[in-house]
């Protein structure tokens, strides 16, 4: 088989992930879908034979990880009816069919929007088997999923014969779940801990502990969603390696700090989640379809055609006293995680940038922008952010030897934006060219048909 010319992309200013000082003039060579050499043209001379491609007047940054997704939601009211309830006109049961069948609308809207990599947090079982189909497809992201969640709240959203949740009853339950976990070729053990006035955090501890000390033993990272400092803690005293939703309650302590540094946890703050779900009650009371955040018009069809339905959705569905609590929970917990982010980063825990995609207009793909850009607005610099979204999101994957940033044997999964992203995170909007795997493509080339 002949082997491939080397690429070379020459003249762009290179921020490679690792948020050192911008190189100026840089050159990137790719060879076989790797990383070859990327730094200035003294020290990755072209060599003869390159093909090479002029992006002088631009960046070069590795792909955005997107460190929380679902695969099992749609990003509207069809994929979780416990939001708002649109089942007779969408089956709930139909939804998640198409969402097995076809997971590549969302691969390329991912890759379109500058994502070349995500981890599915939470979802069905076919989720864990979705890597081999990314793997196999040259549009695609990589993908890592953790499959069904452990649920210390035992939760409806279910299919008949399949379950996304597995209700923590007790540590017996907890450590047969991660069993089976481990089993299907889950990459990951999650816990939603869940807080109610029956469901207490003390109460519910000893099954998360159990699911951590299994999670260890199987060789499975655990990955809690917990918005409380209490349970939050409780999830880092059981092990937790990556936190997806920011505490959102109160300020983080101390403690929270230490317990988090020694556990090496990732805090990923998923600050705009409420935002998506406020929207879009707003939209079906407005009787019009929501904006999309786009830019690059990668949304998939299907997705914009359940967009334009929030329109003659029953304005009796929407819950106002339920709403008006959401609405006031979304002002209190983006003040106090706003500020958590912050105080979290600057006592040197990890950060990545997730997104909750899938979960009620928090689209798969664009909303990365939005993300990160409230990342920014909590006071991290742009660079910080482009860190927290690149080599960050590698991390919470456990993928740092394979992508997260440019650099020799990583994989060549790279950016080409218009404007500089360590100026303002907002320029990471301007994407001209995605590399996945050593291939470029103009950005125009992904947007979906129309």
């Known amino acids: 088989m002949a082997l491939l010319p080397v690429v070379a992309l020459v003249g762009a200013t290179l921020l490679d992930g690792r ?8 050159v990137v060579l790719v060879k076989d879908g790797k990383i070859e050499c990327a730094g200035t043209r003294a020290a990755c001379p072209v060599p003869r034979g390159a093909r090479v491609t002029d992006v002088r007047g631009s960046w070069i940054t590795p792909g955005i990880v997107d460190a ?3 695969f099992s939601q749609t990003g509207w009211a069809d994929g979780r009816p416990d939001a708002l309830d649109v089942r007779e006109q969408w089956p709930y049961e139909k939804t998640e069919a198409e969402l097995e069948a076809h997971p590549e609308r969302f691969f390329r809207t991912y890759l379109c929007s500058g994502v070349t990599a995500v981890f599915d947090v939470g979802g069905y079982a076919w989720t864990t088997r979705l890597w081999r189909r990314a793997d196999a497809d040259p549009l695609a992201p990589h993908v890592a999923a953790a499959g069904p969640l452990l649920s210390t709240l035992d939760h409806w959203l279910n299919l008949p014969a399949e379950r996304q949740f597995i209700a923590l009853t007790d540590e017996g339950a907890a450590r047969s779940g991660v069993r089976y976990l481990s089993a299907i070729g889950a990459r990951a053990v999650k816990v ?4 109610t006035p029956q469901l207490t955090v003390e109460g519910s501890a000893p099954a998360v502990m159990a699911a951590g000390d299994e999670a260890r033993k199987a060789g499975l990272p655990l990955i809690v969603h917990a918005t ?7 999830a880092l005293r059981a092990g937790a390696k990556l936190l997806v939703h920011g505490v959102s309650d109160v300020p983080v302590d101390d403690e929270f700090l230490s317990l988090a540094k020694s556990n090496g946890t990732t805090y990923c703050p998923t600050l705009t989640v409420l935002d998506g779900y406020l929207r879009l009650t707003d939209a079906v009371l407005a009787r019009k379809a929501p904006a999309a955040d786009d830019p690059h018009g990668c949304i998939d069809a299907a997705t914009r055609a359940r967009l334009q339905a929030t329109a003659s959705v029953d304005v009796q569905k929407i819950d106002a006293a339920r709403v008006e609590a959401r609405r006031e929970r979304a002002r209190a917990t983006d003040t ?7 105080r979290v980063f600057d006592a040197g825990i990890p950060v990545a940038m997730g ?3 899938g979960n009620p207009l928090t689209l798969h793909g664009p909303s990365v922008y939005a993300e990160m850009e409230a990342m920014q607005g909590s006071g991290l610099t742009p660079m910080q952010v482009l860190v927290a979204s690149t080599a960050g999101g590698a991390h919470a994957m456990g993928l740092d030897a394979l992508i997260g940033t440019i650099e020799k044997g990583k994989a060549a999964d ?3 934006v218009a404007a500089d992203p360590a100026a303002d995170t907002a320029n990471l909007r301007r994407v001209e060219s995605v590399m996945r795997g050593g291939v470029l493509h103009p950005v125009t080339e992904l947007a979906a048909p129309r």
């Open 228 to 234: 409380g400092l209490a349970e939050a803690k409780a």
């Open 19 to 26: 948020g050192g000082a911008p190189v100026a003039d840089s």
């Open 355 to 357: 997104t909750d995609a």
């Open 414 to 416: 790279l950016l080409v």
């Open 336 to 342: 106090v995680g706003r500020a958590n982010l912050k």
């Open 68 to 70: 929380h997704v679902h």
């Open 192 to 195: 939603w801990y869940i807080v």
